[in-house]
């Protein structure tokens, strides 16, 4: 910031948005802001002469009382312009704090203020790339700001204010070079944002602070840190808990049942001939349990290990916790290396070619600012450290790797690709997920003859499904050809072929083939949407993306074949008109306007979008026509009528030979997961792998669960199979508000379809409730990766969710205490994945209801409940709506989903305690 200078850091508290339909000011804060330093504070209520809104009322904590002996706007309003009169006005969020006081001054004829202005959003969200979320009260929790009061107007200016000094001071210690990319990057920021960054471009780096950069081309890039190589040492497994014990200590605490699995695990690392099965509750300290032992063989095996899960949360635990943990016991330096997808890493010179590119809109420059600012703190180059909810937008398929960059590209040494190559060649451990290790488990970095653990094995089966499928994106297709059209047509547009003949073919040729690619691909949209959705969709599932089966017949499988051939035919000519097209540009790079070059970046980041999809298409064109209960195919929609939303996918549910040629290239597999067992029988988990002969043990977590918790089943709620759903989403927010009212605690509920949660949404929207609790909906306030942010950073939110929610998810350390199941988690039986299994059991002569509807129920109920108890500190309730689980025969089987020692009543829901820190033997 410019010495001297005053910065007024402003936050308003107000009725509403809109001053111009009679919305006021009633709280205005301010912390005033010079030389580094907070030099004065101000914090004044103001009458509105009008009552708060309740929504207002419970967001703020003021109330009406309050602010009828405050002084109004007219007699407040000219101190508070003179205090604000020549500062640069700063606020979290500047263009609504700015107009809305300029329009209050503006009633009172007084000039507007702010004429330099800063929005420390923008600079949060440029400065704090690793940040989840840039809501106020979300910043300051992760910067450890005090904020004692949010929306409160006092409370907010001083912590924005806070805020605001910390960027500064962040902005002041990046390299010059990148401070002025910055401020040449900058023009199109709120107010004077750009212009705050152009003033702090001028200052200059230290040599101590430059030495921990490397400039390359111009991009300043965090150096990399070599460890110093740490003197050999060899643990000797331990004999026994004593031994175990005088290892561990006092980073672990050992366990009876956890000495049991490390030894079953180095018997096996050392001469297993079978597969090792270890059903490891929550808790249980499983993932010491298996790398302990493996990494003590290794020592003299030499053998990489592998670890595959089926989360990014376990993935991060083991490399960032679990494992430094191990090689500090050990006294050695480990070599771990997450292993994922090359398009998981920015390519450094496709994002310096689009440094200068005019034509990016607000937000995608302000992305570029941002990766900008992350260039000089990652060591990865792993575009997901940025915590963005979605990916998918055209910028990022520009800037994404896909290659390493070639031996004499200008960016090779410092290619984040290539070194993670390098480090994972290297490694002695190697994590990665199920679906990877699946599709590339014959590739680098996976050794031969590996150690593999198979962690959260209760999903890789379902992954392995997922692995085999051919998918044909058509939607995504048809929006890279949209994109490559519309470059063409803007510079037809404005360029009038003033750059030659050959040019205006070469373009003209891309051009038709886009066109008669994308009449070919809405020829066959059509011809699905007739086929297997038309007329064949209920009105109750027209809400929600739609998933059918289509098992053709000859006639449909011929004209299935002759439409993917005539795009398959089409997609040649299009990649060969692209082909010629960009050697020409390339050729004569210096002729071209900078729309021409623009246009040449968009096609060649829209054609690398497409080849992967291409590649996939084609793996559908060569599928022969089969009558196997296992196989078909599977049409989606994401929106019903929408025929240009529909895609076409290929499945198989019988991985066993697949599995089969997995398994063999490496040593005997260690399957571990909280829910292996599904009502007391692996069975479940065995047929799909094809697993035949193996070693099993059972690991119990030890959890006091008669102090921890919970389980109540409430037999008033309505029969499920009976009740309109209206009717039954009326009842689930009707208890979910009664819950609300005495918890305030965070509630997770649990649901099975995406309607119902918006019919629950829309009710509970209309409850007096909202306002004082932050409600978050699945697919309605946002992406599952969304919500789930908002949720993990919210006190006391409520959160409607389905699908991954069930399992994929982690919550430590009392994050949730009460979880709602509104009904018991069958799948639908019109799910294509749910039919094929169904078809191949029965065609093996079994049930399919008893050998697979009720297991996966069971098993996701059972997850569910593992949400509430990560560890044993946490404690919780689960809450079962569906009184089916007392009234069905079947029903007495999903008992297995919690262990005998958790207590469980029937209690309606007007009568549900309050989760008491510990359960006493009185509690219900």
């Keep these: 910031m410019r010495q001297g200078q005053l910065y007024a850091v402003v936050d308003l508290e107000t009725t509403g948005t809109d001053y111009a339909s009679g919305d006021r000011i009633i709280q205005f804060g301010c912390a005033l802001v010079k030389n580094g330093k907070i030099v004065d504070t101000i914090a004044q209520n103001i009458n509105p002469h009008q009552a708060l809104l309740p929504a207002i009322r419970n967001l703020t904590g003021i109330r009406d009382k309050e602010l009828a002996s405050a002084p109004d706007f007219q007699e407040i309003g000219p101190t508070l312009h003179g205090l604000l009169d020549g500062a640069v006005f700063v606020a979290h969020n500047v263009n609504f704090d700015l107009p809305f006081i300029n329009a209050e001054f503006a009633g009172l004829d007084l000039p507007p203020i702010g004429e330099k202005a800063l929005d420390t959003v923008q600079l949060a969200q440029i400065l704090l790339p690793f940040a989840p979320s840039y809501k106020l009260s979300d910043l300051t929790k992760l910067l450890s700001i005090e904020h004692d009061d949010p929306h409160q107007a006092d409370s907010d200016a001083i912590a924005t204010a806070y805020l605001f000094l910390l960027l500064d001071e962040r902005l002041r210690a990046l390299p010059a070079v990148t401070r002025q990319r910055l401020a040449a990057m900058g023009q199109g920021l709120l107010r004077q944002t750009g212009d705050y960054l152009a003033l702090m471009a001028k200052v200059g780096d230290t040599a101590a602070h430059a030495a921990g950069y490397t400039i390359t081309n111009g991009l300043a890039l965090r150096r990399e840190q070599e460890a110093a190589p740490a003197a050999p040492t060899h643990v000797a497994y331990p004999s026994g808990k004593a031994a175990m014990t005088q290892l561990l200590k006092p980073r672990f605490t050992v366990r009876a049942r956890q000495v049991k699995m490390m030894d079953a695990v180095y018997r096996h690392a050392q001469h297993g001939q079978t597969p090792l099965l270890i059903e490891a509750a929550t808790g249980s300290g499983k993932s010491l349990g298996y790398l302990l032992p493996l990494l003590i063989h290794q020592q003299d095996s030499q053998q990489q290990i592998i670890v595959t899960t089926s989360t990014l949360a376990l993935q991060d635990q083991l490399a960032q916790q679990t494992l430094p943990a191990i090689a500090a016991i050990m006294h050695t330096q480990l070599r771990v290396e997450i292993v994922k997808s090359d398009t998981h890493y920015i390519d450094l010179g496709q994002y310096y070619g689009l440094l200068g590119r005019r034509d990016l809109n607000t937000g995608e420059q302000l992305l570029m600012m941002k990766i900008l600012v992350w260039l000089t703190q990652t060591t990865t180059g792993d575009l997901q450290e940025l915590q963005l909810t979605t990916y998918r937008s055209p910028l990022f398929t520009a800037i994404v790797s896909g290659?390493?960059?070639?031996?004499?590209?200008?960016?090779?040494?410092?290619?984040?690709?290539?070194?993670?190559?390098?480090?994972?060649?290297?490694?002695?451990?190697?994590?990665?997920?199920?679906?990877?290790?699946?599709?590339?488990?014959?590739?680098?970095?996976?050794?031969?003859?590996?150690?593999?653990?198979?962690?959260?094995?209760?999903?890789?089966?379902?992954?392995?499904?997922?692995?085999?499928?051919?998918?044909?994106?058509?939607?995504?297709?048809?929006?890279?050809?949209?994109?490559?059209?519309?470059?063409?047509?803007?510079?037809?547009?404005?360029?009038?072929?003033?750059?030659?003949?050959?040019?205006?073919?070469?373009?003209?040729?891309?051009?038709?083939?886009?066109?008669?690619?994308?009449?070919?691909?809405?020829?066959?949209?059509?011809?699905?949407?007739?086929?297997?959705?038309?007329?064949?969709?209920?009105?109750?599932?027209?809400?929600?993306?739609?998933?059918?089966?289509?098992?053709?017949?000859?006639?449909?499988?011929?004209?299935?074949?002759?439409?993917?051939?005539?795009?398959?035919?089409?997609?040649?000519?299009?990649?060969?008109?692209?082909?010629?097209?960009?050697?020409?540009?390339?050729?004569?790079?210096?002729?071209?306007?900078?729309?021409?070059?623009?246009?040449?970046?968009?096609?060649?980041?829209?054609?690398?979008?497409?080849?992967?999809?291409?590649?996939?298409?084609?793996?559908?064109?060569?599928?022969?026509?089969?009558?196997?209960?296992?196989?078909?195919?599977?049409?989606?929609?994401?929106?019903?009528?929408?025929?240009?939303?529909?895609?076409?996918?290929?499945?198989?549910?019988?991985?066993?030979?697949?599995?089969?040629?997995?398994?063999?290239?490496?040593?005997?597999?260690?399957?571990?997961?909280?829910?292996?067992?599904?009502?007391?029988?692996?069975?479940?988990?065995?047929?799909?792998?094809?697993?035949?002969?193996?070693?099993?043990?059972?690991?119990?977590?030890?959890?006091?669960?008669?102090?921890?918790?919970?389980?109540?089943?409430?037999?008033?709620?309505?029969?499920?199979?009976?009740?309109?759903?209206?009717?039954?989403?009326?009842?689930?927010?009707?208890?979910?508000?009664?819950?609300?009212?005495?918890?305030?605690?965070?509630?997770?509920?649990?649901?099975?379809?995406?309607?119902?949660?918006?019919?629950?949404?829309?009710?509970?929207?209309?409850?007096?409730?909202?306002?004082?609790?932050?409600?978050?909906?699945?697919?309605?306030?946002?992406?599952?990766?969304?919500?789930?942010?908002?949720?993990?950073?919210?006190?006391?939110?409520?959160?409607?969710?389905?699908?991954?929610?069930?399992?994929?998810?982690?919550?430590?350390?009392?994050?949730?205490?009460?979880?709602?199941?509104?009904?018991?988690?069958?799948?639908?039986?019109?799910?294509?994945?749910?039919?094929?299994?169904?078809?191949?059991?029965?065609?093996?002569?079994?049930?399919?209801?008893?050998?697979?509807?009720?297991?996966?129920?069971?098993?996701?109920?059972?997850?569910?409940?593992?949400?509430?108890?990560?560890?044993?500190?946490?404690?919780?309730?689960?809450?079962?709506?569906?009184?089916?689980?007392?009234?069905?025969s079947w029903g007495t089987r999903c008992s297995t989903i919690y262990p005998g020692q958790c207590p469980r009543c029937s209690c309606p829901v007007p009568k549900l305690p309050k989760p008491p820190r510990t359960f006493s033997p009185a509690f219900p």
């Design 403 to 888: 290659q390493e960059s070639p031996v004499d590209s200008p960016w090779v040494r410092v290619d984040f690709l290539r070194r993670a190559h390098a480090r994972q060649d290297a490694a002695q451990v190697l994590i990665t997920n199920h679906a990877y290790f699946t599709r590339h488990y014959d590739e680098a970095p996976f050794a031969r003859n590996a150690l593999v653990v198979v962690d959260e094995a209760q999903h890789v089966a379902d992954s392995a499904v997922d692995a085999l499928m051919a998918k044909g994106n058509l939607p995504r297709m048809l929006r890279s050809l949209h994109q490559i059209k519309g470059a063409i047509d803007g510079v037809i547009r404005q360029e009038q072929w003033s750059n030659g003949e050959l040019f205006r073919y070469q373009v003209v040729s891309v051009g038709n083939a886009v066109d008669l690619l994308t009449s070919r691909f809405n020829e066959l949209q059509d011809f699905l949407y007739a086929q297997v959705i038309q007329g064949n969709i209920v009105r109750s599932e027209r809400n929600q993306p739609i998933q059918r089966l289509w098992q053709p017949d000859a006639v449909a499988w011929q004209t299935l074949t002759r439409y993917l051939t005539q795009i398959d035919d089409t997609l040649l000519q299009l990649f060969t008109a692209l082909t010629q097209l960009q050697r020409y540009i390339t050729n004569q790079a210096e002729h071209w306007s900078q729309r021409v070059t623009a246009m040449a970046a968009t096609i060649s980041a829209a054609a690398e979008d497409l080849r992967p999809l291409t590649d996939d298409l084609d793996q559908l064109s060569r599928i022969q026509m089969a009558s196997h209960p296992s196989a078909g195919f599977v049409i989606q929609m994401r929106n019903y009528g929408d025929l240009r939303s529909v895609s076409l996918h290929w499945a198989q549910v019988d991985i066993r030979p697949l599995w089969a040629a997995v398994t063999r290239r490496f040593a005997p597999f260690i399957y571990v997961g909280a829910t292996l067992r599904v009502m007391d029988n692996w069975q479940p988990f065995c047929q799909p792998l094809g697993i035949t002969d193996a070693i099993k043990m059972v690991l119990p977590n030890g959890f006091a669960y008669k102090r921890l918790g919970r389980v109540f089943i409430t037999p008033d709620a309505p029969d499920i199979k009976e009740t309109p759903p209206a009717e039954y989403a009326h009842y689930v927010a009707g208890m979910i508000e009664q819950l609300s009212r005495v918890n305030h605690q965070r509630i997770l509920v649990l649901f099975n379809s995406l309607s119902l949660i918006q019919q629950v949404f829309d009710e509970m929207s209309e409850l007096s409730l909202i306002g004082q609790r932050e409600l978050l909906a699945q697919g309605v306030t946002g992406s599952v990766e969304k919500v789930m942010k908002r949720f993990k950073l919210a006190d006391g939110a409520i959160l409607l969710g389905a699908a991954t929610f069930w399992e994929g998810i982690d919550l430590p350390n009392d994050t949730l205490q009460i979880l709602v199941v509104t009904r018991l988690p069958f799948e639908p039986p019109t799910r294509p994945l749910t039919q094929l299994r169904a078809n191949f059991i029965t065609a093996q002569g079994g049930n399919p209801f008893y050998q697979d509807a009720l297991p996966r129920a069971t098993q996701r109920l059972t997850q569910a409940f593992g949400r509430l108890f990560r560890s044993r500190q946490d404690h919780g309730v689960l809450i079962i709506l569906d009184r089916r689980i007392m009234a069905e």
